[in-house]
């Protein structure tokens, strides 16, 4: 989850909060998906898809 979240800050260029970023991490990788926080870039759509897909 720690790799998980600092791969989608990294991959959103800043874009998201540290916090936001961990929170991401939870809901996707608890199968929740608010979809309040979503990823924008090209690579951190591909970031979480390698998330959900390595889950």
């Given at each position: 989850?720690?790799?998980?979240?600092?791969?989608f800050?990294?991959l959103e260029?800043?874009?998201?909060?540290?916090?936001?970023?961990?929170?991401?991490?939870?809901?996707?990788?608890?199968t929740?998906?608010?979809?309040?926080?979503?990823?924008?870039?090209?690579?951190?759509?591909?970031?979480?898809?390698?998330?959900?897909?390595?889950?």
């Open positions: 989850m720690i790799v998980a979240s600092f791969g800050y990294l260029d800043g874009a998201v909060s540290p916090l936001n970023s961990i929170y991401w991490a939870i809901v996707t990788l608890s929740v998906g608010y979809g309040d926080v979503i990823p924008t870039t090209f690579w951190a759509k591909v970031f979480t898809i390698a998330v959900i897909a390595g889950d």
